[in-house]
């Protein structure tokens, strides 16, 4: 199992550009979520998914918009980039599963997109 | 409060133990996990508390959780150079407002270990 990956690992844009980031996981996972990285600022939920067809907003969603498609994939696009998106992007993935309430949220990342913008 | 936080930096000599120290929100928080990453890479799971426990231990890793004070701790033991690297803690909470499945981290504590 490739367990999740993310396209590209590098990209360079200039502002105003777009771009699209794939991220692919091959658990049979329902949730899938996309975070942003900066220094001293932890992870922050951009966007998440519960399910194939299903999106909602985290944290900090402006600038930033994802399509799920199918359950595997799950798509972070940048329709307009600015130079305060720069920034390594992780996706990640999670069983979802529950029981009584409880539930169990181990999250697998993938390696990480850096991006620049300029 | 609203975030899980952890010191920013810590700093140990190879052979030490290291102690990472983090304070989570929610005292329903069910899961509570340490992620460690390393440089240029993506996070992977070191270790999870349920919140019914006390301790966990995991060869070298040992996990404390003070649900009272709603602090969790990770000790290494006989910290070597390898272990330097981001350390996340992050809760599954359980309150009112919580989304099932998400997962919400502290900032990272940076460890450092010296030869």
């Known amino acids: 199992n490739a367990g999740v990956t993310q396209t590209p690992k590098f990209r360079v844009l200039k502002t105003g550009q777009s771009m699209t980031l794939l991220c692919a996981q091959d658990?049979?996972?329902?949730?899938m979520y996309w975070y942003r990285q900066d220094p001293g600022m932890g992870l922050r939920l951009i966007h998440y998914?519960?399910?194939?067809?299903?999106?909602a907003k985290g944290e900090v969603p402006d600038g930033y918009n994802v399509s799920r498609l199918k359950k595997q994939n799950f798509l972070l696009g940048l329709e307009s980039a600015a130079p305060s998106q720069t920034s390594v992007y992780f996706c990640?993935?999670?069983?979802?599963?529950?029981?009584?309430?409880?539930?169990?949220?181990?999250?697998?990342f993938g390696p990480g997109t850096r991006l620049t913008v300029l | 409060g609203e975030d899980v936080e952890q010191s920013l930096f810590l700093s140990v000599r190879e052979g030490d133990s290291s102690v990472i120290n983090c304070t989570y929100t929610?005292?329903?928080?069910?899961?509570l996990y340490w992620y460690k990453q390393e440089p240029g890479a993506g996070l992977q799971l070191l270790t999870y508390?349920?919140?019914?426990?006390d301790m966990k231990q995991d060869q070298r890793l040992t996990v404390l959780l003070n649900k009272k004070d709603k602090h969790l701790s990770l000790r290494i033991a006989d910290t070597q150079t390898g272990d330097s690297a981001i350390y996340f803690c992050?809760?599954?909470?359980?309150?009112?407002?919580?989304?099932?499945?998400?997962?919400?981290f502290g900032r990272g504590t940076q460890l450092t270990v010296w030869p």
């Open positions: 929610d005292s329903s928080s069910t899961y």
């Open positions: 508390i349920f919140s019914n426990m």
């Open positions: 992050a809760e599954s909470r359980r309150g009112r407002g919580s989304t099932l499945g998400r997962l919400y």
């Open positions: 998914s519960v399910g194939e067809g299903t999106t």
């Open positions: 990640a993935s999670s069983y979802g599963g529950t029981s009584g309430g409880v539930s169990y949220n181990e999250q697998f």
């Open positions: 658990m049979n996972h329902e949730y």
